[in-house]
T-cell receptor, first 114, second 117 residues
Framework: AQSVAQPEDQVNVAEGNPLTVKCTYS??????LFWYVQYPNRGLQFLLKYITGDNLVKGSYGFEAEFNKSQTSFHLKKPSALVSDSALYFCAVKSRGNTGKLIFGQGTTLQVKP | DGGITQSPKYLFRKEGQNVTLSCEQNLNHDAMYWYRQDPGQGLRLIYYSQIVNDFQKGDIAEGYSVSREKKESFPLTVTSAQKNPTAFYLC????????????????FGPGTRLLVL
């Protein structure tokens, strides 16, 4: 069965420090991988996606993610966290040949403290 | 939230009542999706539609129904058969291509919060 795991319910970092939000997946073949962010009572905003090629993907608001095929991971990173980055982050995966269906992780709350 | 609108923002349902959530997009996207979000569970797919007049069940379709009569509209009805409807409902859309390995990004609306009276 296909699945996505975000092992941390919450990540706490101090403003200015680097942040990492973890994601691992179990999908057959080479998947497409996505990160979304959600602010309270809002829809999801697309941050970045991995399709193929360079394992380091750069996205919106200074975020980037590293695809690691051997570890089946797609961790979200940012070199210097802002208080405004505090939100709920979702990792999602889509297997090739499966049109439309995204599988989401359960989400990780990022708390950035001043 | 782009060109996807959902209404209403909050919706209250009485026991035994059917309610309909609206989703409209002006992005000229072919595919549209409905997800349900519960705390700590991520998003689960209810229904999706790749083209007008066609739709497929997702993982949790029981107690829900949809229609896709127009490209820009994909309303979701929460029927009285859905015994636990309280959740945040998110609509999304994406461009699709004829290729089988669709990689297109899904873009989300602002959501509707459904509460039971």
């Amino acid at each position: 069965a296909q699945s996505v795991a975000q092992p941390e319910d919450q990540v706490n970092v101090a403003e200015g420090n680097p942040l990492t939000v973890k994601c691992t997946y179990s999908v057959s073949g080479n998947p497409y991988l996505f990160w979304y962010v959600q602010y309270p009572n809002r829809g999801l905003q697309f941050l970045l996606k991995y399709i193929t090629g360079d394992n380091l993907v750069k996205g919106s608001y200074g975020f980037e993610a590293e695809f690691n095929k051997s570890q089946t991971s797609f961790h979200l990173k940012k070199p210097s966290a802002l208080v405004s980055d505090s939100a709920l982050y979702f990792c999602a995966v889509k297997s090739r040949g499966n049109t439309g269906k995204l599988i989401f992780g359960q989400g990780t709350t990022l708390q950035v403290k001043p | 939230d782009g060109g996807i609108t959902q209404s209403p923002k909050y919706l209250f349902r009485k026991e035994g009542q059917n309610v309909t959530l609206s989703c409209e997009q002006n992005l000229n996207h072919d595919a549209m999706y409905w997800y349900r979000q519960d705390p700590g569970q991520g998003l689960r797919l209810i229904y999706y539609s790749q083209i007008v007049n066609d739709f497929q069940k997702g993982d949790i379709a029981e107690g829900y129904s949809v229609s896709r009569e127009k490209k820009e509209s994909f309303p979701l009805t929460v029927t009285s058969a859905q015994k636990n409807p309280t959740a945040f409902y998110l609509c999304a859309s994406s461009i699709t291509t004829p290729r089988w390995d669709s990689q297109e990004t899904q873009y989300f609306g602002p959501g509707t919060r459904l509460l039971v009276l």
